[in-house]
């Protein structure tokens, strides 16, 4: 018993040295600590009780000053939603991802007034579109080394070359393997209607895959050479990544996708980076 109450001391009164400090939020403090624990441990046992409870008032994180959580919404598929997804994760933000139906109209225009994703609900409860300015606001937002805004004219150039045909590879495939926006028959109708009259009957470029596939991997090797590291495209994270990883993510729904292994390792570790997971496990 009295090895018990001896150890019962000993934490008690380093209790207390701790609390002085997270109180003051001062070193020094601790010695006092340590005194005011040994007084109040001999002269008021009822005290202990108190200041046990003060500790952990103390160490429970306040939740008043906890940062407020947005809200996004998207469709998993669309590259323009990746590229506000990335941001909270490149900056560490917590964010509340919501999917619309691919063929909900309302909700979106009560929001924005126009059927567009993605979506942020600020932290003042106002909502805005356009994915770059949500890129922009939530890297304002963090307050934090910027990401560079330089977009080379090869990357650019090699982005539009390649959306020429890409989206003929992706969007039949999109509604084939279970994103939340296509859970219904009808919201996977609305898409391909759409997007039959944008790209063409998806049985179509379904079957000419080999050619669509081929042209692509005859077009990454220029794309690798103008990957910097595994981190970032440019010399430093920034734009560059925010507008080319949603392309390639994509791009790993499709099943004998064979990326270059610097590529691979890039999309790999921006996948990680930014909390946006691939389709590899789902590609058809």
């Given at each position: 018993?009295?090895?018990?109450?001896?150890?019962?001391?000993?934490?008690?009164?380093?209790?207390?040295?701790?609390?002085?400090?997270?109180?003051?939020d001062d070193k020094?403090?601790?010695?006092?600590?340590?005194?005011?624990?040994?007084?109040?441990?001999?002269?008021?046992?009822?005290?202990?009780?108190?200041?046990?409870?003060?500790?952990?008032?103390?160490?429970?994180?306040d939740s008043t000053n906890q940062?407020?959580?947005?809200?996004?919404?998207?469709y998993d598929h669309c590259p323009f939603c990746v590229r506000a997804r990335m941001i909270f994760g490149l900056r560490g933000l917590p964010v509340e991802l919501e999917v619309f139906a691919n063929d909900d109209e309302a909700g979106p225009t009560a929001l924005i007034g126009e059927k567009v994703v993605p979506i942020l609900v600020k932290p003042d409860g106002t909502a805005m579109d356009e994915s770059l300015d949500i890129v922009r606001f939530v890297d304002e937002y963090a307050g934090?080394?910027?990401?560079d805004d330089t977009i080379r004219p090869e990357i650019q150039a090699w982005l539009d070359k390649v959306g020429k045909y890409s989206s003929r590879l992706t969007a039949p495939r999109c509604v084939q393997i279970g994103l939340p926006e296509?859970?219904?028959?009808?919201?996977r109708a609305y898409y391909i209607k759409k997007k039959t009259a944008a790209y063409g009957d998806f049985a179509e470029n379904i079957a000419r895959t080999d050619e669509y596939l081929a042209q692509l991997h005859a077009d990454l090797p220029?794309?690798?050479?103008?990957?910097?590291s595994e981190a970032h495209i440019g010399e430093k994270l920034g734009y560059e990544d925010i507008i080319t990883f949603p392309l390639l993510r994509n791009l790993t729904m499709v099943?004998?996708?064979?990326y270059p292994e610097h590529i691979r390792f890039y999309v790999e570790h921006m996948a990680k980076q930014s909390g946006v997971p691939l389709?590899?496990?789902?590609?058809v």
């Amino acid at each position: 018993m009295k090895d018990r109450a001896g150890c019962c001391l000993i934490v008690f009164i380093l209790a207390m040295a701790v609390l002085f400090g997270i109180i003051n939020d001062d070193k020094t403090d601790i010695i006092t600590g340590l005194a005011v624990g040994i007084f109040i441990y001999a002269s008021a046992p009822i005290l202990v009780i108190i200041f046990i409870v003060l500790i952990i008032i103390c160490i429970l994180p306040d939740s008043t000053n906890q940062e407020p959580t947005m809200k996004l919404y998207i469709y998993d598929h669309c590259p323009f939603c990746v590229r506000a997804r990335m941001i909270f994760g490149l900056r560490g933000l917590p964010v509340e991802l919501e999917v619309f139906a691919n063929d909900d109209e309302a909700g979106p225009t009560a929001l924005i007034g126009e059927k567009v994703v993605p979506i942020l609900v600020k932290p003042d409860g106002t909502a805005m579109d356009e994915s770059l300015d949500i890129v922009r606001f939530v890297d304002e937002y963090a307050g934090k080394e910027r990401l560079d805004d330089t977009i080379r004219p090869e990357i650019q150039a090699w982005l539009d070359k390649v959306g020429k045909y890409s989206s003929r590879l992706t969007a039949p495939r999109c509604v084939q393997i279970g994103l939340p926006e296509f859970a219904t028959e009808s919201a996977r109708a609305y898409y391909i209607k759409k997007k039959t009259a944008a790209y063409g009957d998806f049985a179509e470029n379904i079957a000419r895959t080999d050619e669509y596939l081929a042209q692509l991997h005859a077009d990454l090797p220029e794309l690798a050479t103008l990957i910097h590291s595994e981190a970032h495209i440019g010399e430093k994270l920034g734009y560059e990544d925010i507008i080319t990883f949603p392309l390639l993510r994509n791009l790993t729904m499709v099943k004998g996708l064979q990326y270059p292994e610097h590529i691979r390792f890039y999309v790999e570790h921006m996948a990680k980076q930014s909390g946006v997971p691939l389709y590899y496990d789902k590609a058809v």
